[in-house]
């Protein structure tokens, strides 16, 4: 407790179990004004931020801190969701303290100025749980630890960075506005859809590191499904939830029928990063599936080479192999439903165990997108 606080209590005889009583007392008297316009007492104030850290602490205590905050492309994608559902309330380097947010009490911190108090685990805590009383939300999609580790990495990197770098990780070497003119052109004319090309490139190719799933020359049927998947909630991603529900029928339409006319260009994972054996040992399950474990071949419907043809089936080759391993786990978890045929995968992922996805995955990172000649293997 802070000496003036100390100093202010010490003469009402109020000690620190008193405090959380009156506390209580305060906030179930009903004269702890909860309209957002009123702001906090002082007190009341103190005594919110102080049970927000304890119980955030408290909360953290059995989180596991995974391996991946310093991986450059979880520090771009939480970038990318914060510039989206982050910056409204606490600014960026260019616009601090937005002014829609000036208005809030408490006021919302510009960030880089309080990250440093606190530890991974505990940011984990804040952006899955939110703040109550203070309009911090929680993560808009549960199930999905995956992407706010990847908003706790870009946290972490988040207080070293210049305007310039953050401007760079968020909208990418395209200016904020750039490839509105090509979207404009499909017939995408909301201002909002731009928001697209931040993560996804105009060209559809993700920005070509691997944070983002490739939308390029992808089916097209698929392409409007999963945005539908995204709005009805079947699918949940707190990165792409909220920009899918933006969208109108039209719109979705207009984006897929865009996306799916772009060229896909290059591998998005580094294939100096994927072991050659687990490339191997992929490329047979999809092949030939893992019988033993009543798991059909994956190329019939994903390609690459001849496959079925049916438009709800998403093309994989080349796309990031930390993607494609976090799809099959959220299958096998149930945790993607998606389109009326995400069934047909619930099967596949259940039986796959968690190497044969990772090796999957691999093969697939490595297979070039443009039905080129498959280099990865001579038999
Ligand atoms: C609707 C406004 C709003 C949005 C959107 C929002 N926050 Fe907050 N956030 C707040 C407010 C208000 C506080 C201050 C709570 C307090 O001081 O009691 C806060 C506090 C925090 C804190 C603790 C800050 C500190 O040091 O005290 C972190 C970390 C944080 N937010 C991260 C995020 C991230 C990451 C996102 C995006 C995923 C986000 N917030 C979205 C309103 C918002
Ligand atoms: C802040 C970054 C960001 C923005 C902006 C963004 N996306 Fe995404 N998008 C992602 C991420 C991350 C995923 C993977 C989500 C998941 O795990 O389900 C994704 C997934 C998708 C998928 C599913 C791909 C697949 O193979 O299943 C589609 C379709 C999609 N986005 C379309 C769009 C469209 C259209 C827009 C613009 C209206 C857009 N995205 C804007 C980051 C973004
Ligand atoms: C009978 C057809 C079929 C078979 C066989 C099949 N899948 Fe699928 N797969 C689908 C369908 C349909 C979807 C789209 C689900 C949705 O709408 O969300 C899908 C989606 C996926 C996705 C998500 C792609 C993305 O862009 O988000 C991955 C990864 C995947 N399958 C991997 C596999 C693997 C690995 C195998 C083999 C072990 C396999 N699938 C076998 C039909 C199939």
Known sequence: MSESLKRFLKPLGITAAGLALLGGLLVVSGIVPVRASSGHWAITRWFLSFSMARSVSTDSLDVTVPDTLDDPREILRGAGHYQTGCYPCHGNPTTPHPRVAQAMLPQ???????????????????????????????????????????????????????????????????????????????????????????????????????????????????????????????????????????????????????????????????????????????????????????????????????????EAYPLLAGQPEEYLRTQLELFARGARDGSPRANLMHEVAENLSEEQMADVAAYYAAESPDGSPDTSSDE
């Open 108 to 310: 919302p911190p510009y960030l880089p100025e309080t990250l440093d108090q606190w530890e991974p685990e505990e940011l984990f805590v804040i952006v899955k749980h939110g703040i109550k009383l203070a309009g911090m939300p929680a993560w808009p999609a549960e199930d999905r630890d995956d992407e706010v580790w990847a908003m706790v990495a870009f946290l972490k990197r988040y207080p070293s960075l210049s305007e310039e770098e953050y401007g760079t990780l968020v909208w990418g070497d395209a200016a904020p506005g750039q490839g509105r003119a090509a979207l404009e052109a499909a017939g995408v004319v909301r201002a909002h859809v731009q928001t697209c090309v931040r993560c996804h490139g105009a060209d559809g190719n993700s920005r070509g590191v691997g944070a983002f799933p490739r939308l390029a020359g992808q089916h097209e049927v698929y392409l409007a499904e999963a945005l539908r998947a995204y709005v009805s909630g079947g699918r949940t991603s707190g990165i792409m939830e909220p920009i899918a529900a933006e969208l109108t029928a039209e719109e979705i339409d207009a984006l897929a029928a865009y996306f799916t006319a772009q060229t896909p260009r290059g591998l998005l994972t580094d294939p100096e990063a994927l072991s050659p054996e687990a490339v191997a040992r992929g490329e047979r399950i999809a092949r030939d599936g893992a019988p033993r474990r009543k798991v059909p071949s994956c190329v019939d419907c994903h390609g690459p080479g001849e496959a079925i043809e049916n």
